[in-house]
């Protein structure tokens, strides 16, 4: 049982570059999120999708762009990379509104 | 604004003990509050959670208390094994996310389990 697979695990990305990190669930869930994590902090809500088609914005959308046309997935994309975007991103689903989010284990990203 | 906020950035504690971690919130329209643990290397996994209309929920070794007078919460561990060795992160949600689950992360508290 695979759950929530994140691909890839580390990159390193140069200021201006685009990227697609990639998450896939096998769960069947409705719901999916993307969050970052900073050095020391909390986890923050990037982007969040009720079911294919449909993609609203969290806590801190800049700078990204998702889209969700299949169940089963959800990638986020960096269109132009800057360092602020160095986080390690997580992505997660559940198969309630508001159930318990599973999550996977995460793509650390570099921008340099 | 820090929304949900874990004050201890550690704790250590002897196995068998109690483990009892914090947190606080300032939000008074969080209507849902969950637990996550989290190991070095992989993401969180769920723990336990309680809605605002409780003040206790117990699963196994896990109890999580709500004091919503104070805007607390705590996570209880007994006993307290080394496996319990983890970051802990405290979330919240309100009822206005809709459908959605739009969880408010606390910065996180490293537990330390000492054989």
């Known amino acids: 049982n695979a759950g929530v697979t994140q691909t890839p695990k580390f990159r390193i990305l140069k200021i201006g570059q685009s990227m697609t990190l990639q998450c896939a669930q096998d769960m069947n869930h409705n719901y999916m999120y993307w969050y970052r994590q900073d050095p020391g902090m909390g986890l923050k809500l990037i982007y969040y999708s009720v079911g294919a088609g449909i993609t609203d914005k969290g806590e801190v959308p800049n700078g990204y762009n998702v889209s969700r046309s299949t169940t089963e997935d959800f990638p986020l994309r960096l269109e132009l990379a800057a360092p602020s975007q160095t986080s390690v991103y997580f992505c997660?689903?559940?198969?309630?509104?508001?159930?318990?989010?599973?999550f996977g284990d995460g793509t650390r990203l570099s921008i340099l | 604004d820090q929304q949900v906020k874990q004050n201890s950035p550690s704790l250590s504690v002897q196995e068998g003990r109690i483990s009892i971690l914090n947190c606080d919130y300032t939000n008074s329209m969080f209507d849902y509050f969950l637990w996550y643990k989290k190991y070095p290397a992989e993401g969180p996994t769920f723990l336990i959670s309680i809605s605002s209309i409780k003040d206790k929920n117990e699963d196994g070794r896990f109890t999580v208390f709500l004091n919503k007078s104070a805007k607390h919460l705590s996570l209880h561990i007994v006993p307290s094994q080394p496996g319990d060795s983890a970051v802990y992160f405290c979330?919240?949600?309100?009822?206005?996310?809709?459908?959605?689950?739009?969880?408010?992360f606390g910065t996180g508290t490293l537990l330390a389990v000492q054989p």
């Open positions: 979330a919240a949600s309100t009822a206005d996310g809709g459908a959605t689950n739009k969880l408010i």
């Open positions: 997660a689903s559940s198969g309630q509104g508001r159930g318990a989010q599973h």
